[in-house]
């Protein structure tokens, strides 16, 4: 079932949640919707489920306009964010409540029922605990509890706001593997409302960025990681190093190095910042290929797969860079050192007057 | 909302803490030494006192005491009393902490401040309200008696008068239970498909009927018990007017304290009940979190 969002807007007194969102998620889509608090990503999700009415603008299922329509006749399966979990009932109970509330002639039989969430009980691999309470489950188990609640009732699209949020880091990696599994095994269409920017694109087909209400970018995990349309974007996913500088004579100049660009036609004096991912800077104990700068090392983390260095320039800045261990090793680097960086890839966002904004990838790795 | 206490955890607690974690012998026992003394002669002398002197003069007199016509006519006075204002009250207390808990609206805080009224009022001063409105030279006094309705010293006085003191005690157990519980449940409900009363009578109602109960039980001990407010509209008519609390006055006026202290033990009784009531149901309230369901709540048909 398809998903289109139109023209939402949506204010709680002064706060603007949602300034004139459109969105279309496509049949059996797992998307995700991407944000810091505040920026109305989870508001858009209870809009969708009927949960918040918008100010204005359209919400439609599969071409059918539901923006009036009754949460309890959206078809809509909600997983909250704490679970929500009936505590008075049991495990059984819980994912049987939707079953049950039916009128009276759509209402499934005893042994059917049972049938029922017994057999979504083994969906979520919780066949042992259908007679605990939620206060008796971990963390884990009640988010799937939630899940298999909100799949009871055979909703026509799945929506989970912070699915994972309130787990620990290792629970929330395999959930994370499971669910993936479950969407493509049962192929809803999905939205899920998330913060963090790992999750979104290991999990999702397609990303949402938001920011103060509005959709920054939309798009592939990939496409979204590689070419972020805003400053904010690139900032949000991943770790970065930013550099501020100024173009002169179609040249780059930042504190730390100069870079020609391939844009002939920027008025001199333009501002721009630019940035560069850790792992898009080489440091080496020889002066490489320009665009390259000289700093200093600063600190040296190596715990986990990189080895994170952290350097300063000459004028101060501060620049991280990561690198394989095996690369770390190899060059013997130390604290104190001072090394060469050599940038492989960056990305510039000029600061125009005139408001049009174009950005300029540099991809200067060669692949 | 409650401490998932696992079964078993606080028995095998050490029964001693660290040295160092508590006051040396001396001062812990002469501070429980201090608070024994006082409970005990504020509440357990006060409380025997009542039944040593209600059977004072034997068991015979006791029950006579209370197997009088007239004491008999203020119990019954007083349950019917109760049986109708307990009622209706949790009926408003559920209706107006819902509303209060679950939903934004104008004038949420002056509802919210009116129903801690009767508890800022002085009693009297309540039974005082209903003398102006209803009594013969109150509001509705002339129009009363052309329709021939008694309301002031008549039953439906005590019952108005013992609403009004007694109308918050439900209201205001369930309202910071309900807030703090939240809206997820109800909400999870509705995007299940659950109606409004479906909503009310399988979440809302289940995840407070400890403190519904509670409420109720306090609502009750002082339905029965209130003296100052009943006695501004009673007019204590000795078989028809006199609740127990009222009863116990007029007997001590008489100096027939055997009797009067003899009725009053019941009321003693109740409080006592109530007591243990109470603590039985704190005592759930705090155990919720592992408990099994009753079965008198279990769902039909499996």
Avoid at chain 1, 187 to 198: A, L, N, P, W, Y
Wanted: a neutral charge.
């Amino acid at each position: 079932m398809s998903i289109e969002v139109r023209h939402i807007s949506k204010t709680f007194g002064e706060f603007v949640a949602l300034a004139d969102i459109s969105l279309t998620i496509g049949t059996g889509e797992l998307v995700a919707l991407l944000g810091p608090s505040g920026s109305g990503k989870t508001t858009l999700l209870r809009i969708i489920a009927g949960l918040e009415s918008p100010d204005r603008g359209s919400v439609s299922i599969e071409g059918q306009d539901i923006t009036d329509s009754n949460v309890r006749d959206r078809r809509v399966g909600f997983v909250f964010q704490h679970y929500a979990l009936f505590r008075q009932m049991t495990v059984f109970e819980n994912i049987a409540f939707g079953l049950r509330v039916k009128p009276r002639r759509q209402r499934p039989s005893a042994r059917d029922l049972r049938d029922r969430v017994y057999k979504l009980l083994t969906l979520v691999r919780l066949e042992q605990m259908a007679s605990r309470y939620p206060a008796q489950l971990s963390g884990g188990q009640r988010q799937r509890v939630a899940l298999a609640r909100a799949l009871a009732v055979e909703p026509r699209i799945l929506l989970l706001d912070e699915p994972f949020g309130s787990l620990d880091a290792k629970v929330r990696q395999e959930l994370r593997q499971w669910l993936r599994r479950l969407h493509d095994d049962i192929g809803i269409t999905s939205v899920f409302v998330t913060h963090d920017q790992e999750e979104a694109l290991e999990l999702a087909d397609r990303v949402v960025v938001m920011r103060e209400g509005q959709v920054e970018q939309v798009g592939k995990p990939d496409e979204v990681y590689e070419h972020p349309a805003t400053p904010f974007v690139y900032h949000f996913l991943g770790h970065v190093n930013v550099f501020h500088g100024r173009v002169e004579d179609s040249t780059l100049h930042c504190e730390a190095f100069s870079l020609e660009l391939p844009l002939r036609d920027l008025p001199d004096a333009t501002a721009a910042v630019v940035y560069a991912r850790p792992h898009l800077l080489e440091i080496d104990h020889q002066p490489a290929e320009p665009p390259q700068f000289r700093a200093t090392i600063e600190y040296i983390t190596t715990a986990g797969p990189l080895v994170k260095v952290e350097l300063a320039t000459e004028t101060g800045t501060v620049v991280h860079v990561e690198m394989p261990q095996e690369r770390y090793r190899h060059l013997g680097l130390r604290k104190g050192d001072e090394v060469f960086v050599s940038v492989k890839g960056i990305r510039v966002f000029p600061q125009h007057h005139n408001g049009v904004r174009r950005n300029i990838d540099l991809p200067l790795v060669r692949t | 909302m409650m401490p998932s206490v696992q079964p078993g955890r606080l028995a095998s607690a050490p029964p001693t803490a660290a040295a160092n974690l508590t006051e040396s012998r001396l001062i812990a026992g002469l501070l429980i030494a201090v608070a024994v003394v006082y409970l005990g002669l504020f509440l357990v002398v006060p409380v025997s006192a009542v039944f040593a002197k209600a059977l004072e003069k034997g068991v015979a007199t006791y029950w006579a005491a209370i197997s009088d016509p007239m004491a008999l006519a203020a119990i019954r006075l007083t349950v019917i009393t109760a049986a109708i204002a307990v009622p209706l009250n949790t009926l408003f207390g559920l209706a107006a902490s819902w509303a209060l808990a679950k939903f934004d609206f104008p004038g949420k805080n002056v509802l919210m401040t009116l129903i801690d009224l009767p508890f800022s009022v002085s009693p009297v001063i309540s039974g005082m309200i209903f003398v102006l409105l209803f009594g013969a030279q109150g509001v509705c006094g002339a129009w009363l008696m052309a329709h021939d309705i008694k309301i002031i010293f008549a039953v439906p006085g005590i019952i108005l008068a013992t609403m009004f003191v007694t109308f918050p005690f439900v209201a205001r157990e369930l309202i910071p239970l309900m807030q703090a519980q939240g809206n997820d449940e109800e909400e999870a409900a509705r995007t299940l498909g659950a109606g409004g009363w479906q909503i009310f009578f399988r979440v809302t109602l289940p995840n407070v009927k400890w403190g519904l109960l509670y409420g109720v039980i306090m609502c009750n001990a002082r339905a029965m018990g209130e003296f100052g407010a009943v006695s501004v509209v009673s007019g204590h008519i000795r078989g028809v007017t006199n609740t127990m609390p009222l009863h116990v006055e007029i007997l001590y006026n008489e100096y027939q304290f055997a009797a009067a202290f003899g009725v009053a033990s019941l009321l003693t009784l109740l409080a006592l009940v109530t007591l243990v009531g109470r603590r039985a149901i704190e005592w759930r309230l705090t155990a919720e979190g592992v408990k099994r369901q009753p079965r008198w709540l279990q769902k039909e048909g499996r």
